[in-house]
């Protein structure tokens, strides 16, 4: 069975804003965070990204500001010799009641069908309370960084400190990886 890493996208991948990533030009990786994946690909896990983009359905982008931001993510991470395995969205609004949109599990179930991967090893790198309680949901194992809005998680949520936390994806992977040595 293959290993596999899960990551949210803003604020774990790339630097969040309130006002949502609307275009690749607002797209700015989280410094380390490309490379930290460069690692994991290196080390043999898949990766792949499970996110909340709730803005397509608020009509502050459109799917082709989505794939436009994509292609960028692609191609930074094409630059670097690496890339991600899948992407997976959920484009719905929250009074959607979706089963994808996270602390909903269903993306999570989806990337564990797709890949045939245990999630109950599989690691979900996120930054908020609906990507632990996603994890949490799906049997996955919670992590949460402080990057995006991970510290303001770990100052509003004391049962965020549950979980194992670290500062940012470059950290989580270097312990990660220092682990398997």
């Not at 690749?24 to 490309?34: K, N, Q, R």
């Not at 082709?64 to 191609?75: A, N, T, V, W």
Request: aromatic share 6%; hydrophobic share 40%; proline share 6%.
């Amino acid at each position: 069975m293959p290993r596999m890493i899960i990551l949210d996208r803003d604020g774990v991948i790339n630097q969040d804003s309130d006002a949502y990533i609307k275009n690749a030009d607002e797209w700015i990786p989280v410094p380390g965070s490309l490379d930290a994946i460069k690692r994991l690909k290196k080390a043999g896990y898949l990766v792949t990204v499970a996110s909340n983009q709730s803005g397509m359905s608020r009509g502050l982008f459109s799917e082709d500001d989505l794939r436009e931001i994509d292609e960028k993510m692609h191609q930074m991470l094409a630059a670097q010799d690496t890339g991600v395995d899948g992407i997976f969205y959920c484009r719905h609004g929250p009074k959607e009641n979706c089963l994808c949109r996270k602390p909903q599990p269903g993306l999570l179930f989806d990337i564990a069908d797709k890949y045939n991967i245990d999630l109950s090893v599989t690691p979900f790198v996120g930054d908020s309370l609906v990507d632990i309680k996603a994890a949490e949901k799906a049997n996955a194992i919670p992590i949460l960084v402080r990057t995006g809005k991970g510290e303001k998680v770990m100052r509003n949520h004391p049962e965020a400190a549950r979980v194992p936390v670290y500062d940012d994806l470059a950290h989580f992977v270097r312990e990660t990886l220092n682990q398997r040595d």
